[in-house]
Every structure is written in C-alpha cells, then in structure tokens.
C-alpha cells in the first residue's frame, strides 16, 4: 500500500518539477531565475529538517504523512490555478516554491522515519530503503518523460493540477495501512531534543563522515536539472520534450542504480562504493559539459544519475543501520538538511555561474568539485566499514 500511493504520487511530482522548470525558463529565459525558483523551494528543508526531525520522533508519523499530503494537494491547486488563469508571476512561483519546500521538509522526515516500522529485522532495513529509493527514481524516469510529452499537448498549470490530484493516492495508501505501535516517544523539547541528535551525529565519526559525503553530492552533483532546460533549449535545439529526455534518463541512471543496491545481500562493501560512485557522478557532469552529442549526453546523463542516487541511497542505508531508534528521525532529518537542504544552495551557485559563463563551464565546475570531494572522503572508508558491521549485530528497536 506504502509502495502504490508513494507511485502515483511521485510521478505526478516529477510532471509538476518538469512542467514549473518550463514554465520559469518560458517566462524569464534566464538560468539564474531557474536557481531561484529551485533554491526556495528547497531552502526549507536547510531551515526545517531539524524541527520535523525532532516533530517524527515525537508523535505519530503515519498522520504527520498524511497532513502533510493535503497541504501539498493545496500547494499544488494553487500553482496550478494561477498558471490556467494567466495570472502567474514569477514571484508567485518562487513563494509557492518556499511553501512547497517547507511542505516537504515534514514530509519527508515522516516518510522516511516510517520505513523502519514497516521491517520487522535490522538486516532487512538496507534493502528496504534500496527498494523505497527504487521506487523514488522510478518517477524520476517515468514523470519527466511524461510531462515532456504532456507539455507538447497541454498547459503547464494542468501538470500542477494533476500532480495535486495524485497526492490523494498517499492518503488513502496511508489510511488503509495497519502498522504495529513503535516504542514510547521521547518527552524532550523540540529545541533540546535537536540539540542531543546534532551532539550525537556530530560525536559519531561514522555519521559525521556519511551527512558530509550526501551534503557534497548534493551541493555539486544534483542541481543539474537546473542546468538542463538550458542544455535542452540553447545547446541542443530541443524543446520540453528534450528537457523530460535528459532529466529521465538521469532517472533510468538511477533506477538501475537502486536495483543493484536492493539486490545486494551484504553491506560491508557500501563504504568503498559511495566512494567510487561519488566520483563516477563527478566524472559524468564533467563530460556532460564536454559533450557536442545529444545522444552521448543521454547515455551521461544516466551515468550521473547512477552515481548520485547511489551514494545517496547508500548512505542513507548505511545511517539508518548505525542510528540508535529513539534518534532516528532526527537523523533522517540532517540527512535530509544534507542532500535537499544543501542543493538550493547548489543550484543557485549553478545558476548564477550559468548565467556568467555558460551552461557548459557550470557543469564542469560542479562536476570537477564533486570529483575532489569524492577523492578526499575516500580515505573513510575503514573506520566507517567498522561501525557498521559493530551496529548490524544490534536489534532494529536500539
């Protein structure tokens, strides 16, 4: 029921993301306006995470999921209302896009967190998270193909409208699902009790290291698809549809990526893996911005994506074995502050460096800086392969 509402729902995620990225571009023609619109709507999860942290290990997170779900529904009707009716402003989408993002923060620390209390034993927690991360990326490849067509046919605001439609699928998923009570929650304050989880990651090395490797793949890796409307327009000649054809084969990159962890049975060669995919995505924006061939850019395209969601997804499995349970959703949250909250800034960055010196320069600078980082965290590789076997002998409760 998790896996069939989160589905629909992602898809219709991906035809808004696509649709409002063409919308900006078509309005302004600008790749720093692309940075903007992206960096509100992802500057709250820098701003919030903590707090919807501390908020999933307080109280039922199953009902936070579902809150959280309707304000997007109203998000989403909103953006689409104004688009349909030609009222729509720029600065209309970036303060829709600050209430989205904020929207999310919550959301994600609840969707996230939720997952353990689906799995009945610690060692089957990774391939949990591998196969939720498959689900992610599916609409990664199947919503930005999608909307490339729709967006052919049909208004931008109709894409928001269905998205705002397909959010009603996670709530009737969440309202039918029957999960067994978790453990009494802490009674800390909000505020102390996000002091005692940043204190804990920050003592930990092991978790240290993993928020710092997902904060750099997101500060230089995964603002990409700001780039791309300018890649698809001014490089290649295309139109939208070239647009969801680069944004989905990053996707396919991704799914495949998610297989190969679901399907994995051990986890003591993550730790060396984050650090040849951490630079296998570096190496693939570096060659995206070399290429003269759109048919080789695809291929790139979905190198990227392989490099980026596994060493995300693998970090994330990695943490969530090592994290004690009653701190759990805060640490999803620094998580989330590392590979959403971050790329705001990224993206910016891609933008305002897009806009001054090309599409092409943005991506080589992101992609060498990605491959520096992934070349320096390397040298972690044994003590974080220690803790983790040390925490895989717990029970999934500790």
Known sequence: MFYAGQ???????????????WLVYRMTGSAFMLGLVTFASQL????????????????????????????????????GLLTLSGMV????????????????????????????????????????????????????LVGPSIAGVMLVFIAEGWCFLINAASFTAVIIAALAMRIAPRAAAPTHALLSGVAEAAGYAWRTPTIRVLL??????????????????????DIFGGGAHTLGFLIGCAGLGAVIGTVFLATRTGMQQLPRLVGLTAAVAGLALI??????????????????????????????????????????????????????????FGGLASGLLASHAGARAAAIACGASCLVGALLLSSQVAAIRTELLKSLSRPIGT
């Open 7 to 21: 589905a629909i729902s992602l898809i219709g995620t991906w035809i808004q993301q696509i649709a409002l990225s």
């Open 287 to 344: 060659a995206i911005g070399v290429s003269r061939v759109y048919e080789l850019t695809l291929l790139l395209m979905g190198c990227l994506g392989f490099g980026i969601i596994v060493t995300a997804a693998s970090c994330n499995m990695m943490l969530q074995t090592i994290v004690e349970e009653d701190k759990r959703g805060r640490i999803i949250s620094f998580y989330t502050m590392a590979f959403l909250g971050l790329a705001p």
């Open 89 to 140: 402003e720029v600065w209309h989408l970036v303060a829709l896009g600050f209430l989205y993002g904020s929207v999310m923060a919550f959301e994600t620390s609840a969707r996230q967190s939720l997952i353990s209390q689906m799995v009945p034993a610690r060692e089957d927690l990774p391939n949990a998270i591998a196969l939720n991360s498959f689900l992610m990326n599916s609409g990664r």
């Open 44 to 79: 709250p999860m820098l701003i919030f995470s903590p707090l919807a942290g501390a908020i999933a290990d307080r109280h039922d997170r199953r009902r936070l999921l579902i809150g959280t779900e309707c304000f997007a529904i109203l998000q989403a009707l909103a953006l």
């Open 212 to 233: 710092v490797t997902v904060g750099l793949i997101s500060l230089t890796a995964s603002p990409y698809p700001v780039l791309m409307p300018v890649f698809a327009r």
